[in-house]
């Protein structure tokens, strides 16, 4: 079984020997709740699909909630984990089963904290948000949600990293003629076509947007092209798919339209295959602000999407915290340096019992 009440870089360890590629969440799932039913008291402990929920009924003034995905990226030849040189390699180790076994260790030590406590061990956040575990919850068991601060344990470095940005991702096509390329000026090549888009992207400008003290840095960018019929065929459809990742105080609807304004008078198709809103950093929140203290006033802006949109969007204010280096996440080499394991399990026990 799982030792909560151990060294929490051990228990990294032990989390991250559990494969959990998303949509394979339930061993550790499983092993998550039994840790929790056998080791805490006080807790009501639930299990929603791949999600373990626990929480507090103590009358406490403010509640805490403490989130964390349990899934990660495919596995690149780094399992099992592996300690080296005071870093603690393996997938996952920094995105973010290190912050969950800070969470699940703190559940199971600190015996009189002085806010109740709500834990989201959750499925599937690194694929499409239609997926995410969390949004299902939200859905089907939304009093669990009801927070007065949540900090979800996403790879920050031990900063503070508030609010997040939106992300937009778009499929951008063109058509021609299908012809023979021996007499490609019979035909309209659609690839060719795709050359106008990428200019227009190679030379774009991104905005640096500052809010609340946190600069968020945009990006519009081209991730995936797609076409070509045979070695000998001018193609008659190409298309392009672009991402991007915009500051919070775009919405949706603008950050779709500056897209269209990008690519305006060119001769596409411009469709939408995924959105998720950013979030604003919320930093003026007395109970962020309380967090933001006990780091020593260490924040920034989240570069990313993460599940602190979702949180936004509910009205509670959420920050991202925890040991991993977001330059790390899902690289072969991942890996998190175990003194900020200890030092976030320290940091957090202090705001959690102060």
Not at 38 to 52: D, L, M, Y
Not at 88 to 112: I, N, P, S, W
Not at 175 to 181: I, N, V
Request: charge should be negative; hydrophobic fraction near 40%.
């Amino acid at each position: 079984m799982l030792d909560l009440r151990g060294d929490p870089i051990e228990l990294t360890a032990a989390l991250v020997d559990i494969p959990s590629e998303s949509r394979d969440e339930a061993r550790i799932a499983d092993e998550v709740a039994a840790a929790l039913r056998a080791q805490t008291s006080g807790f009501e402990i639930i299990r929603n699909g791949n999600a373990v929920l626990a929480r507090t009924h103590r009358n406490r003034p403010t509640r805490v909630l403490l989130a964390g995905h349990l899934d990660t990226v495919p596995v690149a030849d780094n399992l099992p984990s592996r300690l080296e040189g005071g870093e603690l390699h393996g997938c996952g180790t920094a995105d973010m089963k290190a912050g969950d076994a800070v969470f699940l260790h703190l559940a199971a030590t600190v015996a009189e904290p002085a806010h109740d406590l709500t834990l989201v061990f959750y499925d599937c956040e690194e694929i499409d948000s239609a997926a995410n575990g969390l949004g299902r919850i939200e859905r089907e068991l939304p009093d669990w949600l009801a927070a007065d601060v949540a900090i979800l344990g996403e790879p920050t470095a031990g900063w503070i990293e508030a609010g997040c940005q939106g992300t937009l991702r778009l499929v951008v096509s063109t058509t021609g003629t299908r012809a023979h390329s021996a007499r490609s000026w019979l035909g309209d090549n659609a690839i060719h076509k795709l050359g106008a888009v990428l200019d227009r992207l190679a030379s774009y400008q991104a905005r640096s947007v500052d809010i609340d003290g946190c600069v968020y840095r945009e990006g519009l960018s081209a991730v995936r092209v797609d076409g070509g019929v045979a070695g000998n065929v001018i193609p008659d459809a190409a298309s392009v798919t672009v991402n991007y990742r915009f500051a919070p105080d775009r919405s949706l609807t603008e950050a779709l339209q500056h897209v269209h304004d990008v690519l305006d008078g060119l001769d596409v198709h411009i469709e939408q295959v995924d959105a998720a809103a950013g979030a604003l950093p919320g930093l003026s929140q007395p109970a962020a602000k309380a967090l933001v203290e006990a780091t020593g006033g260490q924040f920034r802006a989240k570069y990313g999407w993460t599940d602190v949109s979702r949180f936004a969007a509910l009205g509670i204010p959420a920050v991202n915290y925890g040991p991993g280096d977001p330059n790390l996440a899902h690289r072969r080499d991942e890996r998190v340096p175990v003194e900020r394991i200890t030092a976030a399990a320290d940091m957090l026990r202090r705001y959690l019992s102060s």
